[in-house]
């Protein structure tokens, strides 16, 4: 055992009591508090990012005696200007459930996780690792990690792991959530690179919404379309009559997974109807006249009865895109998890070229991310992209990230990492016998997890580090590593539009609990590795060595000069090179020069052949299941948000199958009535919400319960390996009475 290591801990659980919102806190007055009793009134207010979606919200933490009591949206910041949804507004509460991790649990010969101290804890974590490594090579431990950490945090966790435990493959769950946007994002602009910024969203006449529900997902962002005064047309994209498409100027109601065939179909009608930008298209792109040539045979016929939707209301879009004088372009999951992702999110950047609407106030080709720092651990996970969006293969980008860190460059893997799913397959074939699980929960949220959850009894070792033991995947793990969550550390998330903001402590973690970059700080010291990461030494120190991988890279953010820099402006949109500056009111969007990150400047067409579903429904699974969020008040696998009483009074207690009442009829089923819904791998039960928003032959689930994944088919989309979880075929079968 390492001597200094004892101590070291000492030092982490004793230095985090003394750094309660250091340095940035602000004085009470002009947060809209007037009506706060003085005796409840805070003593000091500092602003921070939201911890949940995207969005990236600033919310003002009310403190007292450094502590968070309580908070409300920040008035001034350029994102929610005052506004949070309920998930924000009760962020405080899940640091306060009684089912905190407060010690690591080591699994004992008798299969009981039982406390332990970190010393034994990190002896367990690095003998029984090493020992994996000694047997079956060091690529045999792997991680599966997260958009939900800061930046500074993921970045040392992939330096850590790769640089200094020879782990060679990592993924995130953003591969779940993001990895088809990263990858159509690249082929066509050269680099992974949301144009947009928010303001977009109100500078808009025509905003086009495929595959999302925004006023559940991005309820802030549904609030800035709300506040356009352009009386924009609406078209949202969604098999389902969502929150978002009830609000809609034009909803079409397409058939699951046609978007590809309905985009085309688009295209075609804009060429047809003379809308293509030509000089856009001659200056700045490439590969126009071929796409042209692909989508000629989409012609309405075959795209109304491959989609479903009518001639007209398809004709009435074309000619809504080809009016618009700013379109923009949005899409999420409904695109993303799909089992031809790539190409429909490619389908949707060729709309955008070819009208020329990217670069400009009110347009772009927009992904919106998911969680608070997907966008971080796109660029800095170091997972299937070397540091700041660099390639593991390429030499050049090898030698550059070790003369930046100042470590040796045989130290970095020559191949980039495994995707989720083939991490997932690496234990069912034996190649991956160690697992390292850092805030995601993936016996919840993986697809068809009846499968994974055998496998991850299979591994040799299992660590999970977690804020709770009580997750479907720390309930699994050999060993739980006690993990502090956000408000409880600081750091920087990196939101959708690419604007990097600030997280602070404001409340103390419980018991032994630790940040995640002191654990792995801690991990790297026991390994023996430490030595190695000596420059790592605070977020803030990581976050200037961020600065540095960033420089010369299209993320560049070299301009911003410490986390004093990111509070004073509001936080501050990539890219930000040395030498220019940045305002406070200040909108940056990327492309306004017309010139994208591919060696000739310009962007690509890209597209291909439509394929089949991978399950399609038959006789006995008549149904197609759907699956996404349910309400503004539930996170993912509600870890978080059902620690909160004011949340869980948004959404109902029991899983709801939604169904369209067609189908309950010829069912026999009524509404609130328990059913089985079934699929060629699990079932589950559900109470039957009988609802018009779901089409005939389609059924809809949340994915917050956990069962959800035992019907989903395991697919994913070739070029990005995302998970297809929004279509499956399903049965849905009545209970006997007496089952109920
Ligand atoms: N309240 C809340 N907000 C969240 C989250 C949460 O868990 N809860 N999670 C965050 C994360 S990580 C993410 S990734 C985002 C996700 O945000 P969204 O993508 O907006 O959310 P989903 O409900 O998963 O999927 C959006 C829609 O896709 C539709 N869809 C299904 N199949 C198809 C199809 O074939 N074509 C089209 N066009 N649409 C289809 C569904 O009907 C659904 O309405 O939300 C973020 N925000
Ligand atoms: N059927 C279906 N399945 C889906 C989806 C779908 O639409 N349908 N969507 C997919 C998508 S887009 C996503 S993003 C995934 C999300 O899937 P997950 O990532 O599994 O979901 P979360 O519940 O957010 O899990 C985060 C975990 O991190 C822990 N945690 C939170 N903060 C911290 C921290 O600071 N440190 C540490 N160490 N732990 C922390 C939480 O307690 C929780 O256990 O689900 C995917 N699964
Ligand atoms: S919209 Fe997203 S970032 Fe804003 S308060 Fe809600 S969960 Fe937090
Ligand atoms: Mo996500």
Redesign the pocket.
């Known amino acids: 055992m390492a001597g200094g290591r004892p101590r070291s801990v000492a030092n982490l659980l004793v230095a985090g009591q003394g750094r309660l919102a250091q340095g940035l806190a602000r004085r009470p007055g002009g947060f809209g508090l007037g009506q706060v009793p003085a005796r409840l009134a805070p003593e000091s207010v500092t602003s921070m990012v939201c911890g949940y979606?995207?969005v990236g919200c600033s919310l003002d933490v009310h403190l007292r005696g450094g502590e968070a009591v309580n908070l409300s949206p920040t008035d001034d910041y350029p994102v929610n200007r005052g506004r949070a949804c309920p998930?924000g507004w009760e962020a405080l509460a899940p640091l306060r459930a009684d089912d905190r991790a407060t010690q690591p649990l080591l699994r004992d010969e008798r299969g009981r996780l039982v406390p332990v101290g970190w010393d034994r804890a990190l002896d367990a974590f690095v003998s029984r690792f090493k020992a994996v490594q000694a047997e079956h090579g060091p690529a045999s431990v792997a991680f599966l990690s997260t958009g939900q950490i800061v930046t500074e945090e993921m970045a040392l966790l992939g330096a850590v792991a790769k640089f200094g435990m020879g782990v060679v493959h990592g993924d995130g769950n953003t591969r779940q959530?993001m990895a088809t946007s990263v990858v159509a994002y690249k082929q066509a602009f050269g680099f992974d690179a949301p144009p947009y910024t928010y303001a977009d969203l109100e500078e808009s006449d025509v905003i086009v919404l495929?595959?999302?529900?925004?006023c559940?997902?991005?309820p802030i962002l549904w609030e800035r379309v709300c506040r356009n005064t352009h009386r924009p047309e609406v078209v949202v994209?969604?098999?389902?009559a969502?929150e978002t498409a009830r609000a809609a100027t034009q909803h079409i109601a397409?058939a699951?997974?046609s978007?590809l065939v309905l985009l085309y179909g688009l295209a075609r009608l804009l060429v047809d109807r003379g809308a293509v930008d030509r000089s856009f298209v001659e200056a700045h792109t490439t590969g126009f006249d071929k796409f042209a040539a692909h989508v000629a045979p989409y012609t309405l016929p075959v795209v109304a009865s491959a989609t479903g939707v009518a001639p007209e209301a398809l004709e009435r879009v074309a000619a809504t895109i080809a009016g618009g004088q700013r379109v923009s372009l949005w899409w999420?999951?409904?695109?993303n998890q799909?089992h031809e992702g790539v190409l429909v999110a490619q389908a949707i950047i060729n709309l955008a070229l070819m009208t020329g609407n990217i670069g400009r106030p009110g347009t772009g080709a927009n992904s919106i991310t998911?969680?608070c720092n997907a966008m971080g651990s796109r660029l800095f996970s170091n997972t299937t992209n070397l540091f700041g969006g660099r390639d593991f293969t390429d030499a050049a980008h090898r030698e550059e990230v070790a003369g930046l860190l100042g470590i040796g460059v045989e130290h970095i893997p020559g191949q980039p990492s495994w995707a989720y799913d083939q991490i997932v397959e690496g234990i069912a074939t034996g190649d991956i016998r160690g697992l390292w699980v850092i805030a995601t929960n993936s016996a919840h949220s993986w697809i068809n997890h009846t499968e994974l959850h055998d496998l991850l009894g299979r591994l040799d070792f299992l660590v999970v580090q977690d804020m709770f033991p009580t997750t479907e995947t720390a309930q699994r793990a050999d060993l739980v590593l006690p993990a502090a969550g956000w408000g409880e550390k600081e750091g920087t998330f990196i939101n959708s539009e690419r604007r990097i903001g600030l997280v602070k402590r404001v409340a103390r973690a419980p018991g032994q609990a630790l940040d995640d970059f002191a654990i792995f700080k801690l991990v790297a010291e026991a390994w023996g590795c430490g030595e190695r990461f000596a420059a790592w030494s605070s977020p803030e120190a990581v976050f200037e060595i961020l600065t540095r991988l960033s420089a010369g890279r299209p993320c560049d953010f070299g301009g911003v000069e410490g986390y004093g820099m990111v509070h004073e402006l509001g936080g501050v949109q990539w890219p930000l090179p040395l030498g220019t500056t940045a305002t406070v009111a200040e909108q940056r969007r990327l492309f306004a020069d017309g010139r994208f990150f591919h060696a000739d400047g310009r962007a690509r067409f890209c597209f291909g052949e439509p394929r089949p579903v991978r399950e399609a429904t038959s006789r006995r699974y008549p149904l197609v299941l759907?699956t996404?969020?349910g309400?503004?008040g539930?996170?993912?696998t509600q870890t978080r948000t059902s620690k909160s009483a004011l949340l869980r009074t948004l959404y109902p207690e029991d899983p709801q199958v939604e169904m369209a009442p067609g189908d309950a009829d010829e069912l026999g089923v009524v509404a609130d009535e328990w059913v089985e819904v079934a699929s060629a791998r699990g079932s589950m039960r559900a109470r039957v919400l009988v609802t018009p928003t779901v089409q005939r032959g389609q059924v809809?689930l949340a994915m917050h319960h956990p069962d959800v994944n035992r019907l989903t088919f395991p697919s994913v989309d070739p070029q990005s390996r995302q998970p297809s979880f929004?279509h499956c075929a399903v049965v849905v079968r009545r209970l006997e009475s007496w089952e109920t």
């Not at 994209?237 to 389902?240: H, L, V």
């Not at 999420?332 to 695109?335: K, L, S």
């Open positions: 979606c995207s998930k959530c495929a595959g999302s529900n925004l559940v997902a991005h994209i969604d098999p389902r969502t397409l699951p997974k978007d999420t999951m409904g695109v799909s998911g969680q759907l996404g969020r309400s503004s539930q996170w993912h809809f929004k």
